[in-house]
Structure formats: C-alpha cells, structure tokens
C-alpha cells in the first residue's frame, strides 16, 4: 500500500483568528493552536527562518482535518487573486457535507462569506454551492437530499 489516510490539508491564511471562526462556524472543533519554528520546519517547507502559528482544526466525525497557518516569517505571498474563479488551476475548493444548506450560508456569511454562484439543485440527490470565505478560500457545500 502507498498511503495509509490522507491526514489533513494546510491553508495559508493572513488573518489566523477569522480562519479559525469561519471554519468552527462551519462546525469544525479547534484540536490544537501552536507556534511552530526551527530548522526542522525550515528543511521540510524549504524555506529560512521559518516561524509561524498553525491551528488544527478536525471534522466533528473526527476524519477531516485542516491545518490553518499564518507566516511571521518568512512573510506569506499570494499566488494568485483573492477571488480566482472556480477554474484557476490548482487547489481550488474544500467540500463539506451539511445537514441544511441555506443554514449553514446563512451563518458563514456572518463572517463575511458570500456565494461564489448560487445553490443549485442536482437532480433529487443533492443541493450544492460554492462560498468564498476568507482569503478567497472556496468551500464547497453539499446538502443530501432524501
């Protein structure tokens, strides 16, 4: 076997504290926040003087985990706009199981999230969206009908 699990998936953010707010709205729990430094952390992003606070925050089934960093230094770059559309190439969106669509964008945009298009029915099996939370970060929503 190559891999066992997919652990989790790393986020850059500015803005440490809303990351953490708008994902916990969404139902994820805090498992841990900590600074992290050293030459360890520089070999393995391959980058100097790396110092910077991550947040790991897990799904409440426990399965899903997202690590939210904010760089110190060296100081974080952005690649591409805030708002790329949903076909820039590259990492583009983090999907969610919910149990009420319209609930659950009602509350994210409490924390500035606002729908990328609109929520869409497919078929009699799903309702989806896209919302742009922070730093332009796109989450996926599916609601299972039925």
Do not use: K
């Amino acid at each position: 076997m190559t891999i066992q699990r997919m652990d989790h998936v790393g986020i850059v953010v500015e803005d440490l504290a809303a990351a953490i707010a708008f994902f916990g709205e969404l139902g994820m729990e805090v498992e841990s926040e900590m600074p992290v430094e050293g030459r360890w952390v520089d070999r393995v992003v391959g980058l100097a003087d790396v110092r910077v606070d991550i947040a790991m925050m897990r799904t409440p089934d426990g399965h899903g985990r997202l690590e939210l960093t904010t760089f110190h230094t060296p100081a974080a770059i952005r690649a591409e706009p805030a708002d790329a559309p949903a076909n820039t190439v590259g990492i583009r969106r983090i999907m969610f199981a919910v149990d009420d669509i319209d609930e659950v964008v009602a509350r994210l945009r409490a924390h500035g999230a606002d729908l990328v298009g609109e929520v869409a029915q497919y078929e009699d099996i799903y309702r989806l969206c896209y919302v742009r939370g922070p730093e332009g970060i796109i989450v996926a929503l599916a609601e299972q009908l039925g």
